[in-house]
């Protein structure tokens, strides 16, 4: 008996709250004997490396199938020809050889990429993007990443260091934020971002629903929690959101200013929030956007809010491999 | 005797102040035979190509030789497709389809680009950004244009709107510009933006020259009259071109995150102000960037901060002609 095509490959997503790793089919979609678990960064690089390693096995074992080889979407710069994190601060990791590590304990081909570039292809190779050739992603969670895929391929840039949307600065000096820049985009519209600017000015909302949660527990404030609210149609909620929401506006049109792109996708918590979000998003960028431009663009949810990053990562191996 | 290989290109640069032609060689390189032009949009469309294509047939002429086509450089939106500049509100011109008018005045092959394209282009094929495969060029003068060159190619986007780096907001809400956008580099860093902030404080500046020349003529105060006035040092001048500088610098670094370029090529009549520029530039925008996307950057004047257009939109109609 000869072995058949290859019909799954492993997608890994490495975050600093969880560690996912899910089988996706060969020929894209959703993964299922979906694992997970959590980041622990605490317990030191081999040992999370080796609850990886455990992860994709289980992940094999629980559906009965071998992969053609394991993708993984890390956070943090990248040497992606030596196949190395150079630093991920949320992990703790630095210089960490991960291909290999993983490739030795497996037997497997391992294929890196940045988490950000991952959802972003994921998306572009079986989600909202489909089919397009100018795709820009963006990742609203603990941090905002972005990923940039021109004529099917991930845009890395002249050091794999490309598509730090986050970092992009719209509000010339504006708040520090977490990189030492001043007035990024990261600094308002990140999911901590978004919960800070809730709880301070939740004094002047005692009937929001957020209110209620500080008060009577279990609170504070999260981003979840304010997106639920806003959601949910909380004044104040919708408010904050809203605020953030005009702030990504302008880091929308930035990009529709520059990349010209026919899609721009959205994904990550605070995309959860929807039309609350997406509403004055649509309207402020539209405002600062040239006709021509702003009528090529598609501002969207993300199709696969949780899985792109595992799609995406297994589509890289993909592309390693096949070509 | 049968006709050698092209030998030359008319590179043509259409501006809102000035028209340029030139015979650029078909290898490359600078225009020789250069006949130039004021704008004169008063005069209507039709008249004005009548004139450009005057000036080709001089340049041509001029040189005693023919060409292998006509590459024009034009400010605004266009679609190249169909060779028609959609708006170009500096000229007056709507739908106007300028690349069959030329064609058929001069029965020779003619292909349009946008003009901070075709400069970032020229600095690719022959200038600052030779053998990079990512440059982004930025021409600082009435308006602030960009051009994207990736992989040797102009990045036009979905409807070749892209590389507008002058109406990317850097301080959210800000200066209204004249895009109808807020905080947009164009209206701190543009010509008009520099002379008009530099007239405004000018009282608190009794010892500026730039005071001397609008006190006693000829006045008022340009961009040009800053640009040289901080090249010599004057110290309030020098203010001036480096409050521009930081903000500059703000669009540059976001360049640097989304793109992460080899190469940052400033052109037009600010980068002539030199290291008074350059220096607080690079300065602010190290500090705003990651190692390893700065240390892959250069950010240079460009090498043809006149001509860069002209050989640019040569460059497009050999890239048109011979693929």
Not at 172 to 182: L, N, Y
Request: a neutral charge; glycine letters at 16%.
């Amino acid at each position: 008996m000869t072995p058949g095509p290859p019909r799954w490959i492993v997608g890994v997503d490495i975050g600093g709250t969880s560690l996912r790793a899910g089988m996706v089919p060969f020929a894209g979609g959703e993964p299922v004997a979906v694992v997970t678990g959590p980041s622990r960064p605490e317990e030191g690089a081999p040992q999370m490396v080796r609850r990886v390693v455990g992860m994709v096995r289980d992940s094999m074992e629980s559906l009965g199938e071998e992969a053609a080889g394991i993708g993984i979407g890390v956070p943090g710069p990248l040497d992606r020809a030596r196949g190395i994190v150079i630093e991920a601060p949320n992990l703790g990791w630095r210089d960490l050889p991960l291909r290999d590590m993983v490739a030795r304990r497996t037997g497997l081909p391992v294929a890196l990429d940045n988490d950000a570039n991952c959802a972003a292809y994921g998306e572009w190779w079986m989600g909202a993007g489909r089919g397009t050739q100018r795709l820009i992603g963006l990742t609203l969670g603990t941090g905002i990443g972005g990923g940039i895929v021109l004529g099917g391929e991930i845009y890395h840039g002249a050091s794999d260091s490309a598509g730090e949307v986050g970092h992009m600065s719209v509000r010339h000096p504006g708040r520090t934020c977490s990189c030492g820049g001043r007035g990024c985009v990261e600094a308002y519209a990140s999911g901590p971002a978004l919960a800070a600017r809730a709880a301070e000015g939740i004094d002047s909302a005692p009937n929001s629903s957020l209110a209620t949660l500080v008060r009577e527990g279990p609170g504070p404030v999260t981003a979840e929690a304010v997106c639920g609210a806003a959601a949910a149609g909380d004044a104040y909620a919708m408010r904050v959101v809203e605020e953030a929401a005009r702030i990504l506006a302008v880091a929308v049109a930035n990009l529709v200013h520059l990349f010209n792109p026919e899609i721009i996708v959205l994904g990550g918590g605070l995309a959860g929030a929807g039309e609350v979000l997406f509403g004055p998003l649509r309207a402020e960028a539209r405002r600062r956007t040239f006709r021509p431009a702003w009528e090529a663009c598609r501002i969207v949810a993300a199709r696969f809010p949780a899985t792109a990053g595992m799609i995406g990562a297994a589509g890289v191996l993909k592309r390693a491999i096949h070509g």
